[in-house]
């Protein structure tokens, strides 16, 4: 077993009165591919939200262990004055979303471009005087931007305006651009929502050649539960915010406890 | 002979919407990041008059006299202080509130406005203060009896706005952080998913908003010579509606409606009446926005999920 990137540790995440996950364990291991699955209304996104810094869990921590040191999510966004969502992304997690999020009104290549902050030279003047340095990093940048585009076959449509691509394409997008912020884990919220059959094995396939390739770890919600059991090493099963089951492919598929949940058993028969 | 008369008025109305609209910008693009009336900004603009005659006062007292080094530096000194109060705002009085109501950084907004003003009144006196005009002359056209003119300063707010807007848009359209604001502008919460640190953008919005209404007002100081420190409303109110009208969120939007304001009064005030010519040009604004909600090239705002 290798070490885990991220650990989820007793995290509860309450909206006033409504408990949306309940003390929920889990670690994501660097190099894999894991699943998050669960009957609608489980949890599932909210989780993924603390997971990417959008919301602080109410109680326990999400610990980020890179190479530099292990980092606390929650830490990170409640920081006093330079705190945020951003420190997540920077922190190395990226993600994208159940409905498609890009800016429709930039262009495909500025989308990868806004993407990029791991830049120097950010400022106003910089960019007025267009200094040195300023360009080596733009070049770069258009560089990484390129680089994702033709991984991610969207090369061709490089100046188009993000929001005219067709559906598929633009999940494939947001995938780049999520890329483009070199996260050490990439969180995909239904990637293979709306995709038709042949999309969604390009879409494996390209899992699998970001997890191989380019040394990612890969957390995903998704229902299409043949993709799941065809690319995940592993998988964590939410119902009603709490995890019913957490262990390899064939382990969960036989735990009557997933089962009765997709299924709807009463609880007297799963024991 | 009527034409001399149209002559004059396009020139004054031009002039006069160039301001409105370098004014406008702070407004809209601040609306645009974080959908927000900064009714603090016209007295942003009027502070950046006072700092302008300050330091006027300063190169004087070096005794530099050469005009164009004098104009030059005032307006790039008046542009990093006015900077600085934006910023500082922004800072102080808005940021803590960003997670609060809606109408919470608004009641602050017009706050600040009070305070600014109350401040220059007590620090500089109530009376209104003048400046040397520091450029004299006028370019003429036509007759003797029957000429239109273009003064100098007309021709140098002229340049200098035009300037003024050429660097910003290329900031917005061709620099990284102008990318970013794009992306914040779009959608806040998607930018900072992406790394792009929203509240420092928001900061750079407020920078750029108060540096271009300083040069708006270090240009009219030394135009009309006089101010006082109430001029900050009418102006705010008349930059705002330029915004409005050209379509709040939209840069070119608020150039075009600052324009389009000036020249209307200036007609308006050309040829029927001077003391009217506010309230032609605002029923003008009713009667716009009846037809075009979201004013000339306003988009209307898709509600998001």
């Not at chain 1, 909206?15 to 699955?37: D, P, S, Y």
């Not at chain 1, 890009?102 to 290549?109: A, G, I, K, N, T």
């Not at chain 1, 995709?195 to 390009?202: C, D, F, I, Q, S």
Request: net charge neutral; charged share 15%; with cysteine.
């Amino acid at each position: 077993m290798t070490a885990p990137l991220l650990e989820v540790n007793n995290v509860t995440m309450r909206f006033g009165g409504i408990v949306a996950n309940r003390n929920v364990n889990f670690c994501v291991e660097k190099g894999k591919i894991t699943a998050l699955i669960g009957p609608n209304g489980a949890g599932k996104t909210t989780m993924f939200n603390c997971i990417t810094g959008f919301y602080r869990a109410s109680e326990g921590n999400i610990l980020l262990h890179g190479e530099d040191g292990t980092q606390d999510i929650g830490g990170l966004i409640t920081r006093p004055i330079t705190g945020g969502s951003h420190l997540a992304t920077r922190a190395g997690i990226a993600r994208t979303f159940q409905n498609i999020r890009l800016f429709r009104e930039m262009s495909v290549v500025e989308n990868l471009l806004v993407a990029q902050h791991r830049q120097t030279a950010n400022n106003l003047l910089s960019g007025v005087f267009s200094t040195p340095t300023y360009r080596r990093a733009e070049r770069e940048a258009v560089d990484r931007a390129y680089y994702w585009l033709e991984r991610m076959h969207l090369a061709g449509d490089a100046n188009r305006l993000a929001g005219e691509l067709p559906y598929g394409r633009q999940r494939r997008l947001e995938i780049a651009r999520a890329m483009c912020t070199s996260p050490k884990l990439i969180c995909l919220d239904e990637p293979a929502a709306g995709l038709n059959p042949a999309e969604t094995r390009e879409l494996s396939e390209v899992l699998q050649i970001l997890r191989a390739d380019h040394d990612l770890t890969v957390l995903v919600i998704e229902h299409d539960m043949g993709l799941v059991m065809r690319i995940s090493n592993h998988i964590v099963v939410l119902d009603h915010g709490e995890v019913i089951s957490d262990g390899t492919p064939e382990h969960v598929a036989n735990d009557p406890a997933v089962i009765a949940a997709y299924l709807g058993v009463s609880e007297e028969e799963v024991q | 002979m009527d034409f001399y008369i149209l002559a004059q008025q396009l020139i004054n109305g031009i002039t006069l919407g160039t301001i409105y609209g370098l004014i406008a910008v702070g407004y809209t693009m601040v609306y645009g990041v974080i959908r927000m009336i900064n009714f603090a900004h016209g007295d942003v603009y009027m502070v950046s008059a006072y700092v302008a005659a300050i330091v006027l006062a300063v190169i004087s007292f070096f005794g530099i006299q050469s005009v164009p080094f004098a104009l030059i530096s005032i307006l790039i000194i008046t542009c990093f202080v006015t900077a600085v109060y934006g910023w500082a705002i922004e800072r102080v009085a808005y940021r803590p509130l960003r997670g609060s109501t809606k109408l919470a950084p608004l009641i602050s907004a017009i706050g600040i406005s009070l305070m600014l003003q109350s401040y220059v009144q007590i620090a500089q006196g109530a009376r209104d203060q003048g400046v040397p005009i520091l450029i004299q002359g006028a370019l003429r056209f036509g007759g003797e009896e029957h000429f239109a003119q273009i003064t100098y300063m007309q021709a140098i707010i002229l340049i200098a706005s035009l300037v003024a807007m050429g660097i910003l848009t290329y900031v917005i359209n061709h620099t990284r952080i102008g990318r970013q604001c794009r992306a914040t502008q779009q959608n806040r919460q998607i930018s900072a998913v992406l790394g792009v640190d929203t509240d420092r953008i928001i900061s750079t919005v407020f920078v750029i908003g108060a540096s271009t209404a300083a040069v708006g007002g270090t240009l009219v100081t030394f135009n009309y010579g006089s101010f006082n420190f109430f001029i900050g409303f009418v102006m705010g109110i008349k930059a705002f509606t330029a915004a409005v009208l050209g379509g709040i969120g939209s840069l070119p939007g608020a150039v075009l409606g600052g324009i389009l304001l000036g020249l209307t009064e200036a007609l308006f005030a050309g040829y029927v009446s001077t003391d009217y010519k506010d309230v032609f040009a605002f029923g003008l604004l009713i009667v716009l926005l009846f037809f075009r909600p979201y004013g000339l090239l306003g988009r209307p705002e898709i509600q998001k999920v």
